[in-house]
């Protein structure tokens, strides 16, 4: 069974501050990996997905990247923002038996 | 174009009763699921469906139904409430079950079971 691992549970950094957010899994046998991003009382929103075949994405100040060999993700936010306060889950898809997801990782950026 | 609708938002129900949760898609998406939401658990898939009348269990289906009619809707019964259903629940939608198709995510209904 898939089993994801999201490190630190919990990070808190001054604004202006790159930061990586950390996710690994046990089987490599994945379709994709998707970043979500949740902000408190809400639903959840795609920011980023990464194909099986596929080493690494970007949007604006994101990049995701994918390392199937060692069962890790990482997601590098560049100059972090207080708008980008929220919590972050990283989800891998087994096509049609959904996606596995980690428990996430709460960001506070301070202003 | 709205994406995916979930009502209610927050449902208050006893032991025992039954209600329905709906979710509604207007993306002609074919994928669609259920996830549950608990403290220290992450989500976990409840049921989907990968077409109208094609419906399948996930890894926690115990206690609740789905049925697939139309393209568009989705809905999620409780049969009988019980107290370890209470939770947050989240309707998912893809254009396809593929590699390359982003979920789209409703807003979640919270529900408690007193």
């Known amino acids: 069974k898939q089993e994801v691992t999201q490190i630190p549970a919990a990070l808190s950094v001054p604004e202006g501050e790159n930061l990586v957010l950390n996710c690994s899994f046990t089987d490599s046998a994945i379709y994709n990996l998707q970043w979500f991003r949740q902000d408190p009382g809400k639903g959840l929103t795609s920011l980023l997905l990464i194909q099986s075949s596929q080493r690494e994405q970007t949007s604006g100040r994101l990049n995701a990247s994918l390392d199937k060999s060692s069962g890790r993700s990482t997601l590098y936010i560049a100059a972090s923002q207080p708008g980008d306060s929220a919590t972050y889950l990283c989800?891998?898809?087994?096509?049609?038996?959904?996606?596995?997801f980690g428990k996430g990782t709460h960001l506070i950026i301070q202003p | 174009n709205a994406g995916v609708t979930q009502t209610p938002k927050f449902q208050v129900l006893k032991t025992g009763q039954s209600m329905t949760l709906q979710c509604a898609q207007d993306?002609?998406?074919?994928?669609m699921s259920w996830y549950r939401q608990d403290p220290g658990m992450g989500l976990r898939l409840i049921h989907y469906s990968v077409g109208a009348g094609i419906t399948d269990q996930g890894e926690v289906p115990n206690g609740y139904n789905v049925s697939r009619s139309t393209t568009e809707d989705f809905p999620l019964r409780l049969l009988s409430a019980a107290p370890s259903q209470t939770s947050v629940y989240f309707c998912?939608?893809?254009?396809?079950?593929?590699?390359?198709?982003?979920?789209?995510f409703g807003p979640g209904t919270r529900l408690t079971v007193l």
């Open positions: 998912a939608s893809s254009p396809t079950s593929g590699r390359s198709d982003t979920q789209y």
């Open positions: 993306m002609n998406h074919e994928y």
């Open positions: 989800a891998l898809g087994g096509g049609a038996d959904g996606l596995t």
